[in-house]
């Protein structure tokens, strides 16, 4: 039963749920359904090949659905999970407390407000909670993707940025894998009939960097390398895990080409280099239907006495998903914070009755 915002904040964060552990994940998502159903939602749980179940729910009997979305997934395994706790300064400290548990308690509450203003006879309201969100939401691609071609718009909880900022617009990111494969040997007696494949990594890393293009807004990113054995020892095998981001989606195959144009190049004779693609995580840009809803929130913040702003961002998310199914998309409707993914995630939770007020006024507009 939803009581009372913080206690159900309380209840989400103290419940881990990692993105790859997935029976703490299917414990929240049980958790969340059964708030959902007390509000007379009906709920289907899916579960998928690799995560924790994908939460559906939805209420009203027309044709005009509006879709709001969020992810119950953090980036902390249970052995680190932080538990809730209430800070003298209006913040709240936990795992997930901002990213996106916050944001699920908003989106809850403000359902629960706005339910007896709606006309459900002619509108209805179809959620999406997902488990895999942190990982680039293998699983629930289908099912967020399907429910935004049945919507007219989409809702997103993730936080808002500072002052409040909402975006319509989010980055692309494709992940890969490079790998280099050498020839090992003393490092020095037999150096010269070697060869590193931790030279030839950094080699090809170098030269990926270059790909980044602060006017186009493409970033590149190395996150972790792997390999060698010692300090003596040639190398004969290393690794990265790399990611490339961008806003224009029409830019995703040309930098895919270029990043294998530049590992196919011979950088350390005796060094064969591979590179492989996981699957990409869609960008979204401003459009004009986003630009309604943007304007809308806009206008009921000002009415509200309590401006908001807009931002584009690098954060890959969610609403980009939605976005491919041609509707408009607003994101950021969730709590303020900072340390986000950190064992220090902190969320501003003195206003978030506020929020929710907010949250419930843009979806009684847009359905009313």
């Given amino acids: 039963m939803l ?55 939805s209420i009203g009997r027309g044709d005009r659905q509006l879709m709001l979305m969020g992810h119950m997934d953090t980036v902390f395994p249970h052995q680190q999970a932080q538990p809730f706790l209430m800070l003298e300064d209006g913040f709240a400290r936990g795992s997930g407390v901002c ?11 403000a359902i629960k407000n706005v339910l007896p203003l709606l006309d459900l006879a002619h509108h209805r309201i179809a959620l999406v ?60 007696s037999a150096y010269k009939d070697s060869a590193s494949a931790i030279q030839a990594l950094c080699a090809y890393i170098t030269r990926l960097y270059t790909l980044r293009d602060d006017i186009r807004d493409i970033s590149f990113n190395a996150g972790i390398i ?61 459009t004009p239907k986003s630009q309604i809803l943007l304007d809308m929130a806009m206008e009921i913040a000002m009415a509200m006495g309590t401006p908001m702003y807009y931002e584009r961002t690098g954060g890959a998310g969610d609403i980009a998903i939605a976005g491919q199914a041609g509707i408009g998309v607003l994101d950021g409707l969730g ?9 220090a ?14 949250a419930a006024r843009m979806i009684e507009s847009l359905l009313n």
């Fill in 99 to 109: 990213d996106m548990k916050g944001g699920l308690v908003v989106m809850l509450y």
């Fill in 226 to 286: 792997q390999g060698g054995t010692g300090a003596n020892v040639v190398a004969e095998y290393a690794s990265c895990d790399c990611e490339f981001r961008y806003f224009d989606e029409a830019l995703r195959v040309p930098l895919m080409d270029k990043i294998r144009e530049i590992c196919s190049e011979p950088v350390v004779k005796g060094v064969t280099a591979s590179v492989t693609f996981g699957s990409p995580h869609p960008a979204i840009d401003l």
């Fill in 345 to 358: 995630e902190r969320a501003d939770v003195s206003n978030i009755e506020q929020k929710i007020a907010f």
């Fill in 129 to 188: 909670i997902n488990p895999d969100e942190e990982v680039g939401s293998i699983d629930s691609h289908s099912l967020i993707l399907e429910t935004a071609k049945a919507s007219f718009a989409a809702l997103s909880f993730e936080p808002c940025g500072a002052s409040g900022r909402l975006t319509c617009a989010r980055k692309g990111v494709t992940m890969l894998h490079l790998t280099c494969q050498g020839v090992s040997g003393h490092a020095g």
């Fill in 3 to 57: 009581t009372h915002p913080l206690e159900t904040l309380e209840k989400y964060v103290n419940q881990p749920s990692g993105s790859s552990d997935t029976a703490d994940v299917a414990k929240l998502a049980h958790l969340i359904a059964d708030d959902l159903k007390s509000l007379g939602m009906e709920v289907e749980l899916h579960q998928g090949p690799q995560s924790g179940p994908t939460i559906t729910a």
């Fill in 335 to 343: 709590l303020r914070g900072d340390g986000v993914h950190t064992t």
